[in-house]
């Protein structure tokens, strides 16, 4: 598994990504809100457009200063883990 980077240094290519905000106030609680797990963790899937990182779900910049203070903004990110398991092809989309 990917390691994670420091936000400063971004992926060369377009790609999803998980970001880490290790200084978010209970107002900024979103992470835990839309993707649960306990408060601490503080980590929410976005994505590296080419030119900034952006919160899945929403579209903003992960750091823009009118959303989210900039002491607040993520520091670290890396590339979504593999699934465990390949999909399975031999079955429609969206049947079981």
Same mark, same amino acid.
């Given at each position: 598994?990917?390691? #994670?980077?420091?936000? *400063?240094?971004?992926?060369? =290519?377009? /790609? ?30 976005? #994505?590296?457009?080419? *030119?900034?990182?952006?919160? =899945?779900? /929403? ?38």
């Amino acid at each position: 598994m990917s390691e #994670w980077k420091q936000i *400063e240094i971004p992926p060369e =290519n377009p /790609t999803p990504v998980l970001l880490f905000y290790p200084n978010l106030p209970g107002e900024y609680d979103w992470p835990t809100e839309i993707y649960g797990g306990p408060r601490e963790e503080r980590v929410a899937i976005g #994505w590296w457009d080419g *030119e900034s990182f952006r919160v =899945n779900g /929403t579209g903003h910049e992960a750091y823009e200063d009118w959303w989210m203070p900039p002491a607040n903004a993520p520091t670290h990110w890396m590339p979504l883990p593999k699934p465990p398991c390949p999909a399975d092809t031999s079955k429609p989309t969206g049947k079981a």
